[in-house]
């Protein structure tokens, strides 16, 4: 067993990095500023933080708390190396795949390296080298690593840099059945982290992206300043992000099909506003037609789309048809190259591929664009008009529409992505050519799960979370420190200095880890300072409290202070951090 003695003290005055009063002006949100300003981290370049040793305590216990967790789940550590040889990227796919955010180099000989943004290559190539049998698997190896992203717009610190620390998971298994069981065992330890590190969080459905695969959740702390947009239902436990959430089919077709189709002027009338304004017919009544360029060789394709609806990139992205990622409007020449008209594009007669979504294909007698300056049709129907369309369900869904569960109508709440885990299938097994041989004798191709989780964004998400005017508010278990023993106006006083000290020693040997603070700093910033480090407990020692045999305690959460006799203070602030 572990004799390690755990607890310490610290002394400020040893500690020689300086909270900052001013809100620094490049920090946009709370957390951001909150790290600079606790001393937590330092910015080198942009996307890019040296940790401090404030910040490396905290992230010391997040980590220690994801190791043990996956432990207890089965996973075994791993460290890979950061440089990953450009060879197994072309293997997969994703030297071209990945696009910029991969950071790419070149070593003596020329030979091509990329800086591992996450390592389902190297670990499928190690793992084909280690695994020959069925009775190998199942099997999950996981490190905690530093990851680099040459990410478009890195922002908010290390809430989205371009070098962070990830834990990143990956599990291998002969069947589905078995794959399922490890992903619940990855879901699981998921949430015995997320419970264990204090933190507010929900598991959503989720799109597993250009990594391919199939089943795939998101772990979401709800924060304001969050930048994924999740659907809940405001009854039961549906929880989704808006990129995978279901669109329901319309119950009622709108309109009857007894229009007719006419053309009707609509002079300088471009957007849905002006067309709806124009014709006094509500957006939900009219179709737009986006035109979106091909990736490379592949033409463009034009989604329909009703006027008050909005595009969801990924359910089109689902669909293969060659669409160019992130989605790019056609416009100007390569708009009139096709012979469509921006702003009235018609969806009959089209030189591309339509798409229809589900709740503009329910509509009859709608309105659209005539395929001609400052024209729309109104009247229009799909089968009449337009003749067979394809259907899918291509648009985000918009709040207090019915739950895809059946329960409840859908709110929108923000959230910051902490975990994301995956079921892989065979994609990376393929194509590195890992394959063990069955029960039967026969060769099979492992499936794979992934399971990533962002250390350095925890710690970013929690202080959004846990935050008030004067600072920081740690949950207990990833508080820098326990507690902080604030020695006041020391200068001069032995006997009250000894008292801090010695009840900093007592609180230590009983296993807390300690700040004294014990600077030369006037009171108010001493207070001031703590606060904004957010301890969880406060214990203060001053000459007036000493001398009537007293301590001052105060929780970081709690807007009162309370008095304790000196003689039994240790003994209560032990029984507090056991609670
Ligand atoms: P995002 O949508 O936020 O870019 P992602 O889908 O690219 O995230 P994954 O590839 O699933 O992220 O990575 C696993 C985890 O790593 C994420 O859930 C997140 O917590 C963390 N992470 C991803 N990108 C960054 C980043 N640039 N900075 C800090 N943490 C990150
Ligand atoms: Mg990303």
Same mark, same amino acid.
């Given at each position: 067993?572990?004799?390690?003695?755990?607890?310490?003290?610290?002394?400020?005055?040893?500690?020689?990095?300086?909270?900052?009063?001013?809100?620094?002006?490049?920090?946009?949100?709370?957390?951001?500023?909150?790290?600079?300003?606790? #001393?937590?981290?330092?910015?080198? *370049?942009?996307?890019?933080?040296? =940790?401090?040793?404030?910040?490396?305590?905290?992230?010391?216990?997040?980590?220690?708390?994801?190791?043990?967790?996956?432990?207890?789940?089965?996973?075994?550590?791993?460290?890979?190396?950061?440089?990953?040889?450009?060879?197994?990227? !072309?293997?997969?796919?994703? =030297?071209?795949?990945?696009?910029?955010?991969?950071?790419?180099?070149?070593?003596?000989?020329?030979?091509?390296?990329?800086?591992?943004?996450?390592?389902?290559?190297?670990?499928?190539?190690?793992?084909?080298?280690?695994?020959?049998?069925?009775?190998?698997?199942?099997?999950?190896?996981?490190?905690?690593?530093?990851?680099?992203?040459?990410?478009?717009?890195?922002?908010?610190?290390?809430? !989205?840099?371009?070098?962070?620390?990830?834990?990143?998971?990956?599990?291998?298994?002969?069947?589905?059945?078995?794959?399922?069981?490890?992903?619940?065992?990855?879901?699981?330890?998921?949430?015995?982290?997320?419970?264990?590190?204090?933190?507010?969080?929900?598991?959503?459905?989720?799109?597993?992206?250009?990594?391919?695969?199939?089943?795939?959740?998101?772990?979401?702390?709800?924060?304001?300043?969050?930048?994924?947009?999740?659907?809940?239902?405001?009854?039961?436990?549906?929880?989704?992000?808006?990129?995978?959430?279901e669109a329901l089919p319309p119950e009622l077709p709108a309109g009857d099909g007894s229009e007719s189709l006419e053309r009707v002027? +609509?002079? #300088?009338?471009? +957007?849905i506003?002006?067309v709806?304004?124009?014709?006094?017919v509500?957006p939900e009544r009219t179709i737009k037609i986006l035109a979106l360029a091909g990736s490379?060789d592949a033409p463009a394709v034009a989604v329909a789309l009703r006027g008050d609806h909005s595009l969801a990139e990924l359910k089109l992205a689902r669909l293969n048809l060659g669409v160019a990622?992130?989605v790019?409007l056609l416009?100007?020449?390569a708009l009139?190259g096709l012979g469509l008209v921006p702003g009235s594009i018609a969806p009959f007669d089209l030189p591309i591929p339509l798409v229809v979504d589900r709740d503009a294909a329910a509509l009859s007698d709608f309105v659209c664009g005539a395929g001609a300056?400052?024209m729309h049709c109104t009247g229009v129907n799909w089968a009449r008009d337009v003749g067979e369309i394809q259907v899918h369900d291509l648009r985000n869904v918009?709040?207090?529409?019915?739950?895809p569960?059946?329960?409840?109508?859908?709110?929108?709440?923000?959230?910051?992505?902490?975990? %994301?885990?995956?079921?892989?299938?065979?994609?990376?097994?393929? *194509?590195?050519?890992?394959?063990?041989?069955?029960?039967?004798?026969?060769?099979?191709?492992?499936?794979?799960?992934?399971?990533?989780?962002?250390?350095?964004?925890?710690?970013?998400?929690?202080?959004?979370?846990?935050?008030?005017?004067?600072?920081?508010? =740690?949950?207990?278990?990833?508080?820098?420190?326990?507690?902080?023993?604030?020695?006041?106006?020391?200068?001069?006083?032995?006997?009250?200095?000894?008292? *801090?000290?010695?009840?900093?020693?007592?609180?230590?040997?009983?296993?807390?880890?300690?700040?004294?603070?014990? +600077?030369?700093?006037?009171?108010?910033?001493?207070?001031?300072?703590?606060?904004?480090?957010?301890?969880? %407990?406060?214990?203060?020692?001053?000459?007036?409290?000493?001398?009537?045999?007293?301590?001052?305690?105060?929780?970081?959460?709690?807007?009162?202070?309370?008095? =304790?006799?000196?003689?039994?203070?240790?003994?209560?602030?032990?029984?507090?951090?056991?609670?």
């Open positions: 067993m572990d004799s390690t003695p755990r607890g310490s003290l610290t002394r400020a005055s040893r500690f020689p990095i300086a909270v900052l009063k001013e809100t620094p002006s490049d920090a946009e949100i709370v957390s951001h500023q909150l790290m600079l300003r606790a #001393g937590l981290i330092r910015r080198a *370049a942009s996307g890019v933080y040296t =940790w401090l040793p404030m910040g490396m305590r905290v992230l010391n216990k997040v980590q220690e708390i994801v190791r043990s967790s996956m432990n207890r789940h089965g996973a075994m550590e791993v460290l890979m190396p950061v440089l990953n040889p450009g060879e197994l990227w !072309r293997h997969s796919g994703r =030297w071209d795949d990945y696009g910029p955010d991969l950071m790419r180099l070149t070593d003596r000989h020329g030979r091509e390296f990329c800086l591992g943004p996450t390592h389902e290559e190297i670990i499928t190539d190690t793992l084909r080298q280690e695994l020959h049998s069925h009775a190998q698997l199942p099997c999950n190896f996981y490190q905690i690593q530093t990851k680099f992203r040459d990410e478009v717009r890195p922002r908010f610190g290390v809430m !989205r840099g371009r070098e962070f620390i990830m834990k990143d998971a990956y599990s291998f298994h002969t069947s589905q059945e078995c794959m399922d069981e490890g992903y619940q065992a990855m879901h699981d330890a998921y949430c015995e982290i997320f419970d264990r590190l204090g933190i507010d969080y929900i598991a959503v459905r989720a799109d597993s992206g250009n990594i391919g695969g199939s089943l795939s959740h998101e772990f979401q702390m709800l924060a304001e300043s969050g930048e994924d947009v999740i659907v809940c239902s405001d009854t039961s436990d549906y929880a989704a992000n808006l990129e995978f959430a002027a +609509t002079p #300088g009338c471009t +957007t506003d002006d709806c304004t124009h014709l006094n509500p490379d990622q992130p790019q416009e100007g020449e009139a300056p400052d918009c709040e207090g529409e019915p739950s569960d059946g329960s409840g109508k859908l709110v929108f709440r923000r959230g910051i992505e902490v975990g %994301h885990i995956f079921q892989l299938g065979t994609k990376y097994s393929d *194509a590195l050519g890992l394959r063990v041989l069955g029960a039967d004798g026969k060769p099979i191709t492992p499936l794979m799960g992934c399971y990533g989780l962002g250390v350095t964004r925890v710690v970013a998400a929690a202080i959004e979370q846990n935050h008030d005017e004067q600072g920081i508010v =740690w949950p207990q278990p990833m508080a820098p420190f326990h507690v902080v023993v604030v020695l006041l106006n020391p200068a001069g006083r032995r006997a009250l200095t000894e008292c *801090a000290e010695a009840l900093g020693q007592s609180l230590a040997e009983a296993g807390c880890e300690v700040l004294l603070e014990d +600077t030369e700093e006037r009171a108010g910033a001493k207070f001031a300072s703590t606060e904004l480090l957010g301890i969880p %407990h406060r214990l203060v020692v001053s000459e007036r409290n000493v001398e009537a045999g007293e301590i001052e305690y105060r929780s970081r959460s709690a807007e009162q202070s309370e008095q =304790w006799p000196i003689q039994e203070a240790a003994q209560r602030l032990l029984r507090r951090l056991r609670t």
